[in-house]
């Protein structure tokens, strides 16, 4: 059926695309945050980027004047032999870094003096070489031959968790004599970096190892197990989360330069988390950071990213509701051809209805020419099925393929001669009826033997079958494949029966030059082969008689096979030649009559 009118898919796909791309970029446009929150987002940013520069400022302003100090008393104090007279040196220096809590300078032997901000004091300490942790330290210090920033610990003396500082000391010859150590509490450190945020709403920290809390507002004093509070332990419950964040906030991490942002939403604001790791405080990484409270979810700016979600999201239906209608449209038609096709191709040419029309012009014609071509296809398999009822298969097929005419061919082929055995006696006993049933059921099933193996019927003369290998289809094992023909033709035909009646037959086998082609009147033709081959295997199939044998191959034939043991039994003149040719049979086929 043709459509009344048709539509170019042209049309319809530039149309199409055309309409889709303008709904994406109307949906982008439309979707994007308004100007008042990408100025909202570039204020955290910056305020972001400027309060951990700060922190970052911060604490290297009140440590480096620690590690400087560090140096300069390595750089004066060369001997130690007696520690008191350093008390007013130490306590000078004391004075210039508030910071600090307390200084020791401890000799290899282990027998050291500290000196105390608060109460102003120096105390010779215990003897400490004789502690299981005494050497190990010394070792760390002196094999890092320059000052370090240590793993916090917890320092009884000030009953408090510090940070720990070291540089080694070397006499005037350059040898190791001992340690420079300065403390600063954990305490000190937080109430600093907590000043400038007071009443902000920015909460600053410090973090440990990731998961340690070495700076806060609320930090407490550790313990000798574990110098720092964890994050779980501090009571800082939005802290506590900053690991596992609702989102990632990536649109102020673009924005910043080594400092990372999460966020997670906490009742009916957006807690901000933004932080940056340094590593030049110890032997594990810092993460120094705020968090603050954005109000994102504010009312204004809530109700304007509602209403844009809200207008693409219905932006959006409607261009999926307009692509599946038009993808409909287009895809229907398709896929009923892709469907016939499929039928075509699996042999089901009768199951296949005619395609309907369709609006679309390219489409309305393809499934014109699927139906034209499916009405061919049903009356070449008509010719073909007609054809086939009377020459063989693949011959039909060669008439069709060639327009009506088959080429002559001279090749190289083997033929099989299979006659019955004591067919006269036969015909006589069974009558004409009878016997037509009998060759009938008899030749279909040795037909179908040959055409598995390869081989093409090209005669059937009374009882006789004359087939053919090799012409005219190819086959480079033609030899080989009638000679397997054969034996499962005679344990067929040893094993069953036809119409009720038992037969016997006899075969000869030949290979070599044969002239194939179409042959007869003008108006009636028919397929065969011609040759002195042709009728050496006729002659072999008649001396199973003289030789007792069901199988008899010729030498030119027998020289291909090597998958079946063969047996020599004699030999016989070919037809022009003046030389004898070797006969051979199968000892499974061979069967005295």
């Not at 040196?89 to 300078?105: E, R």
């Not at 109000?295 to 219905?314: C, E």
């Not at 393929?401 to 001279?410: C, N, R």
């Not at 075969?507 to 009728?535: E, M, Q």
Request: with cysteine; glycine share 6%.
């Amino acid at each position: 059926m043709t459509a009344r009118y048709r539509i170019p898919i042209t049309a319809i796909t530039v149309f199409g695309a055309s309409s889709l791309l303008a709904l994406s970029v109307g949906i982008v446009l439309y979707l994007g945050f308004s100007q008042a929150a990408e100025s909202t987002r570039q204020l955290w940013a910056d305020q972001g980027k400027t309060l951990i520069d700060a922190m970052e400022q911060t604490l290297d302003q009140r440590l480096k004047p620690i590690v400087e100090q560090a140096r300069w008393v390595a750089r004066d104090v060369k001997d130690l032999q007696d520690l008191s007279s350093f008390d007013d040196y130490i306590f000078g220096s004391l004075a210039a870094t508030p910071q600090v809590a307390g200084v020791a300078i401890i000799p290899v032997n282990g027998k050291g003096r500290r000196w105390h901000r608060e109460e102003r004091i120096a105390i010779t300490t215990d003897n400490w070489s004789q502690k299981p942790w005494f050497q190990d330290y010394l070792n760390q210090v002196k094999t890092a031959n320059s000052h370090a920033w240590r793993d916090p610990i917890y320092t009884d003396t000030i009953d408090s968790s510090t940070l720990l500082h070291d540089t080694p000391l070397y006499n005037t010859d350059g040898e190791f004599i001992g340690i420079f150590a300065q403390i600063v509490t954990v305490q000190e450190l937080s109430a600093f970096l907590a000043r400038d945020h007071t009443d902000t709403g920015v909460t600053p920290f410090v973090l440990y190892n990731r998961d340690y809390v070495l700076a806060h507002p609320a930090i407490i004093s550790g313990s000798e197990q574990q110098p720092l509070p964890h994050l779980e332990e501090l009571g800082d419950l939005i802290l506590k989360r900053i690991w596992s964040p609702d989102e990632e906030a990536s649109f102020i991490s673009a924005a910043l330069e080594d400092t990372e942002a999460s966020g997670i939403f906490w009742g009916d604001a957006f807690i901000l988390y933004l932080y940056r790791d340094i590593k030049r405080y110890g032997p594990a990484p810092w993460t120094i950071g705020v968090y603050l409270n954005t109000s994102l979810h504010s009312h204004d700016l809530r109700t304007n990213i509602l209403r844009s979600l809200a207008a693409g999201l219905a932006v959006l239906v409607l261009g999926i509701i307009a692509s599946v209608i038009v993808g409909h449209q287009v895809s229907r038609p398709v896929k009923e051809i892709v469907n016939a096709a499929n039928t075509v191709d699996a042999g089901s040419l009768d199951a296949v209805e005619p395609l309907e029309g369709s609006r679309i012009r390219e489409l309305d014609d393809a499934s014109r020419a699927f139906n034209n071509m499916v009405k061919g296809l049903r009356e070449r398999q008509v010719i073909r099925d007609t054809l086939g009822r009377f020459v063989p298969e693949k011959v039909a097929s060669s008439l069709l393929a060639g327009g009506g005419a088959i080429p002559v061919q001279q090749t190289e082929a083997t033929i099989l001669f299979c006659d019955i055995e004591s067919f006269t006696q036969l015909t006589e006993a069974l009558g004409p009826v009878k016997i037509v049933d009998v060759l009938n059921a008899y030749f279909s099933a040795m037909v179908e033997i040959l055409e598995q193996k390869g081989g093409v019927v090209t005669q059937f003369q009374g009882d006789a079958i004359l087939a053919t290998f090799n012409v005219p289809i190819a086959d480079d094992n033609h030899a080989r494949n009638a000679v397997h023909a054969a034996l499962e033709m005679l344990n067929t035909v040893a094993t069953d029966e036809y119409e009720g009646e038992k037969l016997n037959i006899r075969i000869g086998i030949n290979t070599g030059k044969v002239v194939a082609g179409a042959i007869g009147a003008k108006g009636r033709l028919n397929y065969t082969v011609h040759g002195d081959a042709v009728n050496l295997a006729a002659r072999l199939e008649a001396l199973n008689k003289e030789y007792g044998t069901r199988l008899i191959i010729s030498e030119s034939s027998a020289a291909s096979i090597d998958d079946v043991e063969l047996s020599r039994i004699g030999e016989a003149t070919a037809r022009g030649q003046t030389r004898s040719i070797d006969l051979y049979t199968i000892d499974s086929a061979t069967t005295k009559i």
